[in-house]
């Protein structure tokens, strides 16, 4: 089962909001004649094929979670069986909860003296059981939403606090479609136009308060899957970094790509079938013992820790900054419990017989598990580093030699879609440098 979102993520959108069609600009509110065509392409942003129905269903409030931090999990209740139910969520995301026994104790966990707990104990408590279901009023949750209006602004000279008040505006704008969406679907077509109205309304609010001339306008729907697969992604990418098998990444990818009409689809089409391709070798890869790692060669050690460069895992710590392969001014700051060696240190330390090796790689767009970000509330600039970008920060480090520079604190050669021009840069310099200094192999 998912674990509840108590934290929605939030993205930046970083468009210009008006609403259009087929890539026409059309003023504010839409003409009456485009809801109906629109409601259908909310529809498939909120309904994706293969997603359950809630027509006909109940809207309930599920018990779950330890005895001492309750949660109420709120959805349509799909399906309602002796032993289980299924509930979707808001978000769209599917809960399979097992039904409580009679005689079940709910379990706790574990608090400190001063009733605090820790947030990983939380995370890791059991919310697979369902202990009470209440049915709930939908429709006059809906009412109630539109009645609230928008949200109020607050003033603030706090980066991260403005980020979060731009970013729950967007988020209401989402909340605000979802609703028109379902009330369209139940055939509330006054409710959902007025719901409609509100959503572009909050849509305008955004793109005249945040948004600047550059930007391009979209309609109600692609904000909407651009918000959403944002998300989405950015939950992808905090999971690579933290360990999450390439098997579940793959699947995060391939459900993001399934959404339509976002700007990130041809990203995660990519990167689906990049972990597709880890996993295949992953499959053929027979990790050495200690005895045949010793007999191994120099050129067998480079192939070695360029395989496990997928599973580097480094990060960044200052706003803004970037993300280093060896580590902030070369400390490596990851968790001493982890006592995995850095492959990219390792690459360095193998010196100029790695650099062949490295240059083949500068164009791989595969994915490892660094991570690199601009400001680390501004979640659509997470970045998970490639396996191009990290060879290219080792083949520098080797050579001394720079072959990149990038334009922000983002930049990394196949994010600025730089990797063609590195690896002609690397080769160059390669081929000068073995006529000064003869060596062995190629790239």
């Not at 059309?26 to 809630?54: E, I, M, Q, T, W």
């Not at 979640?379 to 083949?395: A, K, N, S, T, V």
Request: charged share 25%; with cysteine; aromatic share 12%.
């Amino acid at each position: 089962m998912l674990l509840p979102r108590f934290v929605r993520l939030p993205c930046l959108t970083c468009l210009l909001l008006g609403v259009i069609h087929d890539g026409t600009a059309a003023p504010f509110p839409p003409a009456k004649n485009k809801v109906p065509a629109d409601f259908k392409r909310l529809a498939k942003v909120f309904g994706r094929p293969g997603s359950a129905s809630v027509i006909g269903k109940t809207w309930v409030a599920v018990d779950t979670g330890p005895e001492n931090v309750p949660l109420d999990l709120h959805g349509w209740l799909i399906e309602d069986g002796v032993k289980g139910l299924l509930l979707l969520d808001w978000y769209g995301e599917l809960h399979k909860l097992r039904k409580s026994a009679s005689d079940e104790k709910r379990p706790k966990i574990k608090e400190g003296e001063d009733g605090t707990f820790l947030f990983s104990t939380f995370q890791e408590a059991d919310f697979s059981v369902a202990w009470k279901v209440r049915a709930e009023d939908y429709a006059a949750k809906s009412k109630k939403f539109l009645t609230d209006g928008l949200p109020t602004d607050k003033d603030t000279n706090s980066a991260s606090a403005s980020a979060s008040q731009r970013f729950g505006l967007a988020d209401h704008v989402v909340d605000a479609a979802r609703y028109a969406h379902f009330a369209y679907q139940f055939g509330e077509k006054a409710h959902a136009a007025d719901l409609y109205a509100h959503a572009c309304k909050a849509q305008k609010k955004y793109a005249d308060t945040y948004i600047f001339g550059f930007d391009k306008p979209v309609s109600l729907h692609v904000f909407a899957a651009n918000r959403i697969a944002s998300g989405y992604r950015n939950g992808a990418i905090f999971s690579a970094h933290g360990g999450t098998t390439r098997r579940e990444l793959q699947k995060r990818w391939e459900r993001i790509a399934a959404i339509p009409h976002h700007k990130y689809r041809n990203e995660a089409k990519a990167m689906a079938e990049h972990y597709k391709n880890l996993i295949k070798e992953d499959a053929r890869w027979v990790e050495p013992d200690a005895k045949a790692f010793t007999k191994m060669t120099t050129e067998q050690k480079v192939a070695y820790w360029l395989y496990h460069l997928r599973d580097l895992d480094m990060g960044q710590w200052s706003n803004p900054g970037s993300c280093s392969v060896f580590g902030q001014f070369g400390v490596d700051l990851r968790d001493a419990k982890k006592k995995k060696p850095n492959a990219g240190v390792e690459l360095k330390k193998l010196g100029m017989a790695a650099v062949p090796q490295l240059i083949a790689h500068l164009d791989d767009a595969r994915p490892t598990r660094c991570k690199g970000h601009w400001r680390s509330y501004w979640p659509e600039h997470h970045y998970l580093l490639r396996y191009g970008d990290c060879c290219q920060q080792i083949f520098e480090s080797i050579t001394g030699h720079t072959i990149f520079r990038g334009t922000s604190t983002v930049s990394y050669p196949i994010h600025d879609k730089e990797q063609k021009q590195c690896k002609e840069k690397a080769r160059k310099w390669w081929k000068e440098h073995q006529e000064k200094a003869p060596t062995t192999g190629h790239p």
